[in-house]
């Protein structure tokens, strides 16, 4: 091991510090997966780890609300909403008194390291604490409470945040914990409000066959989740606190209204934050909207007002995944800590989880409201981050349809395909590229059945209302097929000629990828290929190259963990049960590898890391040791292709055998349930934006390319995959990308989330040891690598 390597490592031992760890504020799904990668992190580093329950009241309270944790006392946890570790207000710690009583029992329980789980408030207060600490040990030490050599021995209180909020209203952080979940509750109920709509029933005092729902959701103070929600259901009008509408809005909504009724659209969405006011401070509510609408349109208008719904429930895979990755590296920061490390907040950062000063980040979250106050409204939202203000200007392009006189006109065709297999989210991705397609200038022509339909000419122009209520729809409304184009590239070519197709969008998976690059290579014998042409990743199994995420691989992993919830669920009366589980995903193990973060896997095997009957003996010993606990469930994912031998029989057969006596098994094929369903908010959203940005570098594309009356762009450049590469949304030319693709087994040769395999084994307790030769790749938690593969888990 080298030199550096061990000096790092030593920095990360736990031994002889104690961590505690408290939620405080408002609860939020998610909070207790942050809870337990706190606790199991800790324990794993050789520290002692307390639970503080109900928040800083039980710090100041001290007695049995501080006690030892272990590592089965979070098993079970990650699948709970809310804190099972409790949360409440307390007006005694904002007090000198009280923040005396909390450092005392702190250091009578050795504890100098603090992880707090909260909102704004619960963290700035918990930076006062550790600026305050050293005057308080003084203190402490001249009333007698504690010895000087307590005083020296405690002398620094470290202190690390995570923010767990389902407002989404810390500024730093793009998401979180427990925002995503919130906004599965809030589509829950819109999905479920759109199919009441379709029935065509309406009151009998209704005057016109419309209904109108106006949802107040949550957000007194951030418009956030009013916003998304609007995004992802296709909203008709949204309000939120950081940009009030223009004076006469009433006007501008009732007429948008009436023009969707002349457009036969049976059904209007209004999504409220309950902090939406007008220019004027004044508060805009759901009911004084419903009393406007009925009484200038007569439509038939409810309110629904979601409350405390939207905290609650199970936390979705997004919320589970995020919190665990948060709450590990907010170990490793503790430990990295120095007496003159000021105190830090751990945040999501397109896809990486970082470090960012905690005051720094509280006081930019001031600032907003300062803002908001001073009626600085683009200033609000300028300062809520690049996330929020992409969100709001994607929705102002897609929520209003101007008339076409109003419209520019730019003369261009543009295509849309869906190519591959169906995944959730393509919808949305169509409806947002056509909506912004139109609005550009465009005429937008769909294709059906991907590139099959393509040279087959199932071809027609597709305007604004055609894509109304796509976004909640699952698969894929187009139609797709695998079908490459190689072998019709001719017919191809004539169909793009007889249409005048001047750009592609290719929604789609692996063969949407291979199939730009026959297009792109094709160029020099067809001309009608020398347009800009753009690919957007759409796939469950997440396995294209030159981007972090895909549409439809959020909704697959929350059908994967909501499943495996239930399998779990369902051994609750049996003891002793492992579950094998199959998931989908070809040869890529994303699915399997995250889907186990997520659903608290003991094992998962994938492709990207060979495994042995060594191995599979391994875990079937210590899986036996495990049902000696009080926790006697276990749970093992398997990628449908990680290995043609140790088929999902095979591990059965075996688990079943070598377990004989001790647990019995149960094994569960997913399938294609995992490509089913209604999209999740992530990949309605995820879909939306990253179309609408895909049809924005179409126009400039195409702008550029315009010469002499024709487009011609063959350059390597105007051939692209859109993709999000760590923190940022990048065009990459596929040409470039063939060097980064293993084609046989059609995944990327470099994938980042091989990188949390570590954290999902150090959660199950893996006996592991510390390897850190790539340290700095990534951030620290990828730092650490396995050698042994055994486990003694815990669910």
């Not at 106006?214 to 957000?219: A, H, I, P, S, Y």
């Not at 042995?612 to 079937?620: E, H, M, S």
Request: with cysteine; proline share 3%.
């Amino acid at each position: 091991m080298r030199q550096d390597t061990k000096k790092f490592f030593e920095n990360l031992s736990g031994s002889g510090k104690s961590i505690a760890v408290l939620t405080s504020g408002g609860d939020a799904q998610g909070m207790n997966a942050a809870v337990r990668a706190v606790v199991r992190m800790g324990i794993y580093v050789g520290a002692k780890v307390y639970f503080i329950h109900e928040g800083y009241q039980g710090m100041v309270d001290g007695g049995d609300n501080i006690k030892e944790a272990t590592w089965e006392s979070v098993s079970s946890m990650l699948q709970v909403g809310g804190t099972v570790i409790g949360s409440a207000r307390c007006k005694e710690f904002r007090t000198h008194e009280g923040r005396l009583k909390a450092a005392l029992n702190l250091v009578q329980r050795s504890i100098t390291n603090l992880c707090v789980i909260g909102g704004d408030g619960s963290l700035t207060g918990a930076n006062l604490f550790r600026e305050e600490w050293s005057e308080l040990l003084s203190e402490l030490v001249q009333q007698g409470s504690i010895s000087e050599e307590a005083a020296r021995t405690h002398s620094s209180l470290h202190i690390v945040g995570m923010v767990g909020s389902i407002d989404n209203d810390f500024c730093g952080t793009d998401m979180t914990i427990g925002t995503d979940s919130a906004l599965h509750r809030i589509i829950e109920v819109v999905d479920a409000i759109m199919t009441t709509a379709q029935r065509g029933e309406v009151s009998r005092n209704s005057k016109l066959n419309n209904l109108t729902f106006v949802l107040e959701v949550m957000g007194r103070h951030c418009g956030y989740l009013a916003l998304v929600s609007a995004l992802a259901c296709g909203a008709d009008w949204v309000f939120i606190p950081e940009m009030p509408p223009e004076d006469g809005w009433e006007d501008s909504m009732c007429q948008k209204l009436s023009e969707n009724r002349a457009d036969k659209k049976r059904l209007n969405i209004i999504i409220v934050a309950e902090g939406a006011i007008d220019s004027h401070n004044k508060a805009i509510t759901p009911d004084y909207i419903k009393d406007l609408v009925v009484r200038c349109l007569g439509f038939d208008t409810r309110v629904t007002i979601l409350g405390h719904v939207q905290r609650g429930g199970t936390p979705s895979a997004f919320d589970r995944i995020l919190a665990s990755r948060m709450g590990v590296e907010a170990v490793l920061a503790l430990l990295e800590a120095s007496p003159t490390t000021p105190a830090c907040v751990v945040s999501l950062v397109g896809n990486q989880a970082v470090r960012l000063p905690l005051m720094e980040c509280v006081q930019m979250t001031q600032e907003v409201q300062k803002a908001m106050d001073e009626k600085k409204f683009e200033d609000a939202v300028r300062l809520r981050g690049r996330s929020f203000e992409h969100n709001l200007s994607t929705y102002r392009l897609l929520s209003y349809h101007k008339a076409d006189s109003e419209l520019p006109n730019s003369n261009f065709n543009v295509a849309v395909l869906n190519v591959g297999a169906p995944a959730a989210g393509m919808n949305a991705a169509v409806r947002s590229a056509v909506r912004v397609g139109i609005t550009e200038g465009h005429k937008m022509f769909a294709v059906s059945d991907g590139f099959e339909g393509f040279y087959k000419g199932q071809i027609k122009e597709i305007k604004w209302g055609d894509v109304g209520g796509w976004t909640g729809q699952g698969g894929s409304l187009l139609g797709t097929k695998r079908t490459l184009p190689g072998k019709h590239l001719e017919k191809i070519a004539e169909q793009m000629r007889i249409h005048n197709i001047n750009a592609l969008l290719v929604i789609g998976g692996f063969e949407a990828y291979v199939g730009l690059l026959e297009l792109s290579a094709a160029r020099d014998k067809y001309s009608e290929f020398c347009v800009p042409m753009v690919m957007v990743p759409a796939t469950v199994s997440n396995n294209i190259p030159g981007s972090d995420l895909s549409i439809g691989s959020d909704t697959a992993l929350n059908a994967i963990t909501d499943t495996c919830d239930r399998i779990k669920q369902s051994a609750s009366g049996t003891k002793r049960r492992v579950f094998i589980i199959e998931t989908m995903g070809g040869y890529c193990g994303y699915l399997a590898t995250v889907g186990g973060l997520a659903a608290g896997a003991d094992a998962v095997y994938i492709y990207e890391e060979p495994f042995d009957i060594r191995d599979l003996q391994a875990n079937v010993e210590h899986l036996t040791q495990k049902m000696k606990t009080s926790i006697q469930r276990g749970l093992v994912l398997r990628n449908e292709s990680c290995n043609e031998n140790f088929t999902t029989d095979f591990i059965y057969q075996l688990y079943s055998e070598e377990g004989h006596g001790v647990f019995d098994c149960r094994k569960n094929i997913l399938g294609h349930m995992q490509q089913g369903g209604a999209p999740s908010p992530f990949d309605r959203n995820f879909g939306t934006k990253v179309a609408a940005k895909a049809i924005q570098w179409i126009s400039q594309t195409l702008k550029e390319s315009y010469k002499g009356g024709r487009v011609f762009a063959n350059s390597e450049d105007t051939a692209c995959l859109l993709g999000m590469r760590r923190r940022a949304m990048v065009f990459q030319p596929v040409s470039q990308l063939r060097d980064e693709t293993d084609f046989v087994h059609r995944i990327p040769k470099e994938q980042w989330w091989l990188k949390l395999r570590p954290l999902m084994k150090i959660l199950a307790k893996y006996k592991t040891s510390y390897d850190v030769s790539d340290a700095g790749q990534l951030e620290h938690v990828t730092r650490i690598r396995p050698k042994d593969t055994k486990t003694t888990s815990a669910i």
